[in-house]
Nanobody
Framework: QVQLVESGGGSVQAGGSLRLSCATS????????MGWFRQAPGNEREGVAA?????????????VKGRFTMAQDNAKKTVYLSKVYLQMNNLKPEDTAMYYC??????????????????WGQGTQVTVSS
């Protein structure tokens, strides 16, 4: 069973920065897409950013463009994804949510649909105070 191991998150003031990391637990598992989603209390889970099917540039939600940067660890030097990061700068109170890492191989559907991803991390809390 593939597991996604997340790290990072925490509490910062508005304007601050945080970095999230996510890695697959099995060395042999390589995904075609990995993404970050977030869910605030009472809200639906929404896509934040994702690498999808070998694209060099990740997709971003409009709400985070210019502030968040998703990167991949290319240590394995393959086209597949196994470790990704989410650098979050200029954080706003509305970014407060539980952030989840997601991965899949088939990646059927749109990058920002939670149904496109089969494997999920346990979530890490990001809290931004004003």
């Amino acid at each position: 069973q593939v597991q996604l191991v997340e790290s990072g998150g925490g509490s910062v003031q508005a304007g601050g920065s945080l970095r999230l990391s996510c890695a697959t637990s099995e060395y042999t598992y390589s995904s075609n897409c990995m993404g970050w989603f977030r869910q605030a209390p009472g809200n639906e889970r929404e896509g934040v950013a994702a690498f999808y099917f070998g694209g060099r540039n990740p997709y971003y939600a409009d709400s985070v463009k210019g502030r968040f940067t998703m990167a991949q660890d290319n240590a394995k030097k393959t086209v597949y994804l196994s470790k990704v990061y989410l650098q979050m700068n200029n954080l706003k109170p509305e970014d407060t949510a539980m952030y989840y890492c997601a991965a899949d191989t088939a990646c059927v559907g749109s990058w920002n649909s939670s149904r496109s991803f089969h494997y999920w991390g346990q979530g890490t809390q990001v809290t931004v105070s004003s």
